[in-house]
């Protein structure tokens, strides 16, 4: 629980730092990289299409997608992170696109 | 569908300020002086020199102007069998032994321009115009189905009727479109659709893009300004060089990350437009950190009513059209290349060992060919079958079928690819700009050819190509066991053998 609410700590940080939404993706990104040693991206959706828009550009050895809401979907290392990691995440990063693109 | 008149219509298209945001201090990025200097400066070149190029080359790094108007100078056919054949390296180490297949969709003819070498052009008056309804576009995207296309380029000319509320329907048309496999058990689908059309607003644009465009697709034609003003009448819409020059511009400005550029290669000298597609990949490169997706070389053909076919003095001839291609290969080494059934079976599979990346078969380009195919071809016999040339941009030189095709690339050991993964996972953009100039997508475009071509032999293929192209499979997935880059996976291998498993007993659609 450690590792998530200093996560979202730095999130806030984030935010009140960043104009744009890829940059404040981008450190997101960097920050669960290191936290967890994984790499994370995130994709803007158009019907099939998953277009990269910010996070790590190293291939993931197994990837999984998740859509974080409409518009949005995360790409992540299977087995890499537990659910309740993967909750958070999409939490958050939900967070940083609500305030960015508000 | 517009509301406006034709006149009204055509006067609101170009925003001017969209043209000047990209200039850099008023100047477009084709500089003919520049152009000319380099092609000049670097006649004559030695050996020595052209193979430092070529290892620039094959380290994937793309090549400068100076370096390519090198290339563009060699005359000694020595020197060029060394450049085909690194080409071709460089082609196996960005993308693979494989090749990606797609097909046209011409859904109008109707065209507000009138351009000199186009059968589409409004004075063109033997041209039958034609607009797909709902229900046609629905039974031509059947019959390309059918064929086991998954890609498709959606092709329309510029008119009101044809605008954006039009295209956008027409792709939600397209990819609802799903039809039993003739042969195994798969439902097809065409999973992305590219388009090639007219130069747009970025509020048109960003419509694309939501509706799932894969890649935008606009042909400079010529970057010749003085040879463009006299093929593009300077009233119509075409006639304005710079709304086309930024046309891609546009699209990567509205997120369309995916973007391709073109020469209709016999307008002007060949050697000028090589240097000038550089120019325009380096640009985008500039401005928006990635270059084009791919790069198209159509050649002048002959086209109902059109004389400039006849008398260009810049026709480019089957051996220059290898040497265009080798060097955009060698100067752009992560830039898929694209060679059409413009071009005849037998210079088509000359290409293939130079470094194109993508083709299309079964391939037709009248509006509502391929169900006049359908309906003409007889026992699929008769190859011309929906060629009409009162009612095509051009005639085709292949006509062939895509089991046909794909049956001569079997015994090649070239693999077919039916791909769209890294659209629908997120390998797109800079992203797959990246993993290119890594070598890294090339390993994920085996994969995925492999799982797509397994589903393409067991749902389309007939009984003579299944067998060559499980012949190809086999040694494919030895291959893999071979490769250090997938023996140091054994994660995403698990994945793949997994998938190749579930696919050969009948699921579809699983990518890595």
Redesign the interface.
Known sequence: MEKETSLSESVEKIISNSQDLKVALDKFCQLVSEKYNTHI?F??L???????IAGS?E?F???E?TPINHSY?L?YE??ALNKEQIHNIKILSKKIIAKLTA | MSQLSVKEWTDQVIKQDQIDKYLIDGEDFIDEEKINKNLKNNREPNRVKVRDILQKSLEIERLSPAETATLLNVQDEDTWQEMYATALEVKKKVYDNRIVFFAPLYLSNLCVNNCAYCGFRKENKDEKRKILSKDEIIKETEVMVREGHKRMIAVWGEHPRSDIDYMVDSMKTIYDVERPAPHGPGRGTIRRININAAPMSISDLRRLWEVGVGTYQVFQETYHKPTYRKMHPPETIKGNYRWRLYALHRAMEAGIDDVATGVLFGLYDWRFEVMSLLYHAIDLERQFGIGPHTISFPRLMHAAGSEVAEKSPYLVNDQELKKIITVLRLAVPYTGLIITARENADVRSEMFDVGVTQTDASTRIGIGGYSQMLQEWSHFQDRSAGQKEDEQQFILGDTRRLDEVIGELAEKDIITSFCTAGYRCGRTGEKIMGLLCNCVEGKFCKLNAILTYREYLDDYAFEETRQKGMKVLEKELNELKEIEFFQERPEMMREFYDYYERISNGERDLFI
Do not use: M, Y
């Open positions: 991206s994709c803007e158009h019907g099939q299409r998953w277009s990269f550009e291939i050895n197994v990837k997608r979907g790409i299977t087995d």
